[in-house]
């Protein structure tokens, strides 16, 4: 029996097709297990998922009101400490 090195090829290529194949399989069959999960998971905490959805808005505003405090209380550090060295200034030309 004869063949030839590009019929083994052939071969080794159609082998090497067969195994992505199988490792494909595998990875959709555990991608789909995965979503079924996932699937599962939302319907069971749906109602706790609404409630931080609406509570959302609540945050952002929490989280603006909080910035812009912070916002002027830093100015105002800022302001008392351009005063601070104004009066340290005054009192270093007073010597």
């Not at 609406?54 to 002027?72: C, E, L, M, R, Y």
Request: charged letters at 20%; aromatic letters at 4%.
């Amino acid at each position: 029996m004869e063949f030839r090195i590009w019929e083994l090829g052939i071969v080794m290529i159609g082998l090497g097709f067969l195994i992505v194949c199988i490792n494909l399989a595998f990875t959709i069959k555990n991608v789909d297990n995965t979503v079924k999960k996932v699937e599962l998971l939302v319907d069971d905490n749906l109602s706790e998922i609404g409630q931080i959805i609406g509570s959302v808005a609540d945050i952002t505003t929490s989280v603006d009101t909080i910035v812009g405090s912070a916002t002027k209380i830093v100015g105002l550090v800022s302001s008392a400490k351009i005063i601070s060295s104004l009066g340290k200034n005054k009192d270093s030309r007073r010597d």
